[in-house]
């Protein structure tokens, strides 16, 4: 049972333009998500967050949106660069729980 | 201030051997995080623990696998009796606090296993 889903395994975007990243869930229950960049044989970082209480928060070229209503939210880069090649997590948690629960991830690739 | 820390970061077993994987949380963390990553697919919460409590095991398998935080040293991740289906990424993350909404986890470099 796949609580959160990155339908999208694979995403190419040219330098400079807009990459858009999204994330469904199922679990009414997840008020906190958080999307993670991960690059080859590393572990993955932290990138941005975002409560239930908002429906947007930036951080630099970064943008989370969170849309309850559908259950969806998507990461904004723009523009986007070469580094920002990697696979993206996006990850629910629920209030009063200790866990956090991943997607599949995204591989995203910044063509120069 | 040192990351989290994970060794080793590969491992070759045969079948029927055991793997133990280490974990050594940021400094200042209580709370350890154990995550798998199997090719081609997410992250998959195995458990949480606090220091000498196994907090939620509800992600790992039932059998040949446990996992430990003693009160001194790093917490281990064994597998007894290896399977090839073990073979995955194991990755560590530690957090200060096991609230999820207060900070976000650190993550490990992981520990590559592979069964031969």
């Known amino acids: 049972d796949q609580q959160v889903k990155q339908n999208s395994p694979s995403l190419s975007v040219q330098e400079g333009r807009i990459s858009i990243l999204n994330c469904d869930y199922t679990?009414?229950?997840?008020?906190?998500f958080l999307w993670y960049k991960k690059y080859p044989a590393e572990g993955p970082t932290f990138l941005i967050s975002?409560?239930?209480?908002?429906d947007k928060n930036e951080d630099g070229r970064f943008t989370v949106f969170l849309n309850k209503s559908a259950k969806h939210l998507s990461l904004h880069i723009v523009p986007s660069q070469p580094g920002d090649s990697a696979v993206y997590f996006c990850a629910a948690s629920a209030s009063g729980t200790y866990k956090y629960i991943f997607g599949t991830g995204t591989r995203l690739k910044v063509l120069a | 201030n040192a990351g989290v820390m994970q060794n080793p970061r590969h491992l070759v077993r045969r079948r029927g051997q055991e793997a133990r994987l280490r974990c050594s949380p940021m400094?200042?963390?209580?709370?350890v995080y154990w995550y798998r990553q199997l090719p081609e697919e997410g992250l998959k919460f195995m458990v949480y623990l606090q220091k000498e409590n196994i907090i939620d095991e509800s992600g790992m398998p039932k059998e040949r696998f446990s996992a430990e935080f003693p009160k001194e040293g790093p917490s281990i991740l064994r597998i007894q009796q290896v399977v090839r289906g073990d073979s995955a990424a194991y990755f560590c993350?530690?957090?200060?606090?096991?609230?999820?909404?207060?900070?976000?986890?650190?993550f490990g470099e992981g520990s590559r296993l592979t069964v031969l």
């Open positions: 679990n009414s229950m997840f008020d906190y």
């Open positions: 993350a530690s957090s200060t606090t096991g609230r999820t909404h207060v900070g976000e986890l650190f």
């Open positions: 975002i409560s239930s209480i908002k």
């Open positions: 400094k200042g963390h209580s709370h």
